[in-house]
């Protein structure tokens, strides 16, 4: 089986980005990604290597930066908000707050408890926003009632995400020899 060009180009363009996201303390380790790539990516794993290398890269910079992990956290926080503001659809709001939570759980593992309760009770705050400011989805008319505290056992699928996350994330680190 021969790997196609788009394909070698394509892993090319992800490698390459992946080596640029590092952070400058991790440059040397970008290059030795990128001979490998360029080794790898001459058979049909080229570019499963390349995304490896992404995902890594994501994580390194993210580990690096809390303020790129805080950014991922407003932005999860800003897709549920989105999906609960304008559908009527809670297992769409419940999947984003599960892929939201598994990935910044797996990309910032020291932090899925964080993770998992501020994306876990994002649906609760957004309730209460509108019960306060009086604004309310489309779908819906003004509520009366206070926001309903049940909707803060969103938390728990979210710290359980989260926490996937970061054991993947522990699986397919690399494992340090013992002196």
């Given amino acids: 089986m021969t790997t196609s060009l788009n394909d070698r180009t394509l892993a090319a363009a992800v490698t390459r980005l992946a080596v640029g996201l590092l952070p400058p303390d991790r440059r040397e380790w970008?290059?030795?990604?990128q001979n490998e790539a360029d080794h790898v990516g001459r058979g049909p794993g080229g570019l499963a290597w390349a995304i490896g290398c992404l995902w890594t890269?994501?994580?390194?910079?993210l580990s690096a930066s809390p303020w790129l992990y805080l950014f991922g956290v407003g932005a999860g926080v800003g897709a549920v908000t989105v999906f609960e503001?304008?559908?009527d659809e809670d297992t769409i709001t419940l999947g984003v707050i599960l892929l939201a939570s598994l990935i910044l759980g797996a990309?910032?593992?020291?932090?899925?408890?964080?993770?998992?309760?501020?994306?876990?009770?994002?649906?609760?705050a957004i309730d209460l926003f509108a019960r306060v400011s009086g604004l309310h989805p489309i779908y819906e008319h003004a509520a009366k009632t206070p926001a309903d505290p049940t909707t803060l056992v969103l938390v728990v699928p979210a710290l359980v995400a989260a926490g996937i996350g970061a054991g993947l994330a522990a699986l397919v680190r690399p494992r340090r020899p013992k002196p």
């Fill in 30 to 33: 970008g290059i030795a990604m």
């Fill in 57 to 61: 890269a994501l994580g390194q910079r």
């Fill in 85 to 87: 503001w304008r559908t």
């Fill in 107 to 124: 990309l910032r593992a020291r932090a899925f408890w964080l993770t998992g309760i501020v994306l876990g009770a994002s649906v609760y």
